[in-house]
C-alpha cells in the first residue's frame, strides 16, 4: 500500500497539565493545554488540547496530532481540502473528538482528500476520530462514551455535528482496555443534520466506522483491512449508507457488518464486500437487523450469521428475508473507479468470474477473488504474470478455471515469485481447479465431453498449444461433481505437446492432483502432496512425458500415487520418487494400461506395483525390465527437491 508523506515543522514549546476528566482509570487522560497555546501550536501546525474557538487549519501546513485534539461545545473546527494531519504513535493519548455541540467540517475533495494517518498508517497507532452528538440513541440521553469519556445522546435528531467531505483516516484502533478500542470514526448519537460523505478508513486494528444509536446518514464509504468489524452499529442506529465497498486481504479480522442490540432497520444500499482471506460477512447480534439493496460478497467462508439465533426476518436483503444458504454473488459490484479521494491508498481486488473472450493479464499488484467458473473461451489468451495470487471461493464445483479448445493460459511465475491459486483454507474440496481443454488425440475421439463441465475436447493436432504454465502452485481443489466424479487439482483434456507446463505444485487436493485424459503434453518438475485420490492418473492414451515427479503421502486414506487405466500409448516417468508415511499403494494399473519409467524410488507403501485387471507386468517398463510386484524399488536416485522452495508459497 502506498503510504502518505508526511512534512514535519517545527513544534512550540507546550506548557500542558493532566486533566483526569475520565470516568474510568482505563479511559485515557486527555492533556489540558492552556487555550492561547492550543492556538499558538495550532498555528505552528501542531494539535493538542482542547479548541475553545473556532479555528480553520490552513492546507499547506502539515499537522503533527500529538495528543488529544478536543473541539469543544459551541466551536467549529474548519479543515480545507488538502489537508494532511500526522498523529503520533501514541496509541489511546493520540485521538480526535468533537464533543456535544461542537463541530467539524472537514472540507476534501474528491481529488483533494483531507488525510488523518499515523506515519507508518499501522493499525493501533492512534485513537481515531470520534463524535458525539445530540440525537436519540437506547443508551439514554447524556449517556458515557466507552472511549474518553464522553458524554452524548439527547433528543434532537436532526441534530448537525458538522460535515465530512473527501476524508481518508489510517492506522487508528488503538487499544483502551481489553473491552474497548478506538474506531477509525466513533458515531455517538449523531444526528442526521451531519453530512458524512466520501470516508475512507484503512488499516483500523478494530472498526471501520461504528455508530451507537443516532440518525447520521453515510454516502460513499471505503473500508479496508480493519481487524474487527468494518461496518459496526448498536443502540439503535437508524440511519443509511449509500454505496460501502469493503476490501479484506490481511487474515484475522472480525466481520463486514456487524448490528447489535435493538433493531432500528438501518438501510445499506448498495454493499460490495470482498476477501482473499475468508471470515464472516455479516453478523447480527440479539434482535439486530437491517434492510440490505444490492448486496455482492465474495471470499467469506460465512455470509450470514446470526449469532443469538435472532430471527432471519429482521434482515432484509434484496426484499426477501436473509438466508445462511445463499451465496449473494450476485448484486452489481459498487463502482469505485473515480472515487478518486482514496488517493491511492487502496488495495485494488479484482473478481474473476464469467467468460474471457479477449486478452487479459492478471498481476501481482492486484489481488483476485475467484468467485465462481472463469471461462477462456477460443482465442482468447489469460497471462498471469510472476508473484499473482488468486484466491477461490470455498464454492465446490461452482468455483474453477477452465481454459477451452483455442483458448491458452500463460502463467509466468518464477522460482522467487510462483503463481498461486488456492481456497483461504486450503481445504480438500474447497474448489475446482484448473482445467486445460486441447485439440490433441484421445482414444475418447474428436470433440469429446468432459467429465467436468461439459467441455468439449480431442482433436487430430498432437502439437496443439493451450499455452505456458511456470511455476504454479495449486492448492485445496478436488471438488464433489457428482459419486462418480471431483474436480482435479489440473485437467488435461487431450492437451497438446506444443504446450510448456513446468514447475507445479497441486497440494490438498480431494481428488488427484493431475489428470492427462488423453493427450500429448509433457510435464517437468511437478511436486504432489496429499491429494486423496491419486497423485498423477491418465487415461485415454496420454502418451507424454513427465520428467521430475516427487510425490509426498502424510494423510491416511489416499488411493495411489500413479493410476494409468484403459488403453497403454506408453507414457514416460523420468525420475519419480514417491514417499508414504501411512501406507497405500504407490503404482496402479487398470486393463492394459502401463507406462515405462526411469529411476524410481517408492518408500512407505504397502503395495508397490498393482495391476488391478491382471494386465501384463510387461506392459510396465522399470529401469529397463518388466514390473515386478515383489520388488521393492528403493534404489532409485531421489529426485532432490531442496531448491523448489517455491512449491511452499501460499496465498
Known sequence: MKKTNFKFIGITAIFALLSLTSCDNDDPAPIVVPTNVVLENLKAGTMNGQLEEDFTLNAATSYELTGSFIVTDGVTLTIPAGTQIEADNGGTDVYIAVLKGGKIKINGTNNNPVVMSSFNGNPGDWGGLTICGNATTTAGVDAEAEVG????GGSDDADNSGVIKNLVIIGTGAQINSESQYNGVSFYAVGSGTIVENLAVINGSDDGVEF????????????????????????????TIDNAYVAHTIAGFSTVVEGDKDN???????????????????????????TITNLFLSGYDTNLDMKDDGALSNVQIDGADASTEASYNEGAKVDISGWDFINGQFVPVEVLNGQLNADKTLNADTKYSLT??????????????????????????????AVLQG???????????????????????????????????TTAGVNAEAEVGGFIYGGVDSADNSGSIKYLVIKGTGAQINSESQYNGVSLYAV???????????????????????????VTNIYLENNEDDAVDWTEGWNGTVTNTYISHTVAGFSTAFEGDKV???????????????????????????????????????TNIDMKDDG????????????????????????????????????
Open 372 to 401: 465462481g467458473s472463469y471461462i477462456v473461451n477460443n482465442g482468447a489468451t489469460l497471462t498471469i504474470e510472476a508473484g499473482t495470487k488468486i484466491s477461490a471461493d470455498k464454492g465446490g464445483t461452482d468455483v474453477y478455471i
Open 568 to 606: 497403454n500409448n506408453n507414457p514416460n516417468f523420468v525420475n519419480v520418487t514417491a514417499i508414504s508415511t501411512v501406507g497405500g499403494k504407490a503404482l496402479q494399473f487398470k486393463k492394459e494400461s502401463g507406462a515405462t519409467i526411469t529411476n524410481l524410488y517408492l518408500s512407505g507403501y504397502d
Open 616 to 651: 501384463a507386468l510387461s506392459n510396465v517398463q522399470i529401469d529397463g525390465a518388466d514390473a515386478t510386484t515383489t520388488d521393492a524399488y528403493n534404489s532409485g536416485a531421489q529426485v532432490d527437491i531442496s531448491s523448489w522452495t517455491w512449491r511452499q508459497v501460499g496465498l
Open 264 to 290: 432500528n432497520n438501518p438501510h445499506i444500499n448498495n454493499l460490495t464486500a470482498i476477501s482473499i482471506v475468508g471470515g464472516k460477512a455479516l453478523q447480527f447480534k440479539k434482535e439486530s437487523g437491517a
Open 496 to 522: 497438446g505437446s506444443g504446450t510448456v507446463i513446468e514447475n507445479i505444485a497441486i497440494i490438498d487436493g480431494a481428488d488427484d492432483g493431475v489428470e492427462f485424459f488423453g493427450g500429448t503434453v509433457s
Open 212 to 239: 451507537f444509536g443516532g440518525t447520521v446518514s453515510v454516502e460513499n464509504i471505503y473500508l479496508e483491512n480493519n481487524e474487527d468489524d468494518a461496518i459496526d452499529w448498536t443502540e439503535g442506529w437508524s440511519g
Open 149 to 152: 469519556g464522553f458524554i452524548y
Open 407 to 441: 483458448g491458452k493460459i500463460n502463467v509466468q511465475g518464477t522460482a522467487d515469485n510462483p503463481v498461486v491459486m488456492s481456497s483461504v483454507n486450503a481445504s480438500p474440496a474447497d474448489w475446482g481447479g484448473l482445467t486445460i481443454c486441447g485439440k490433441s488425440t
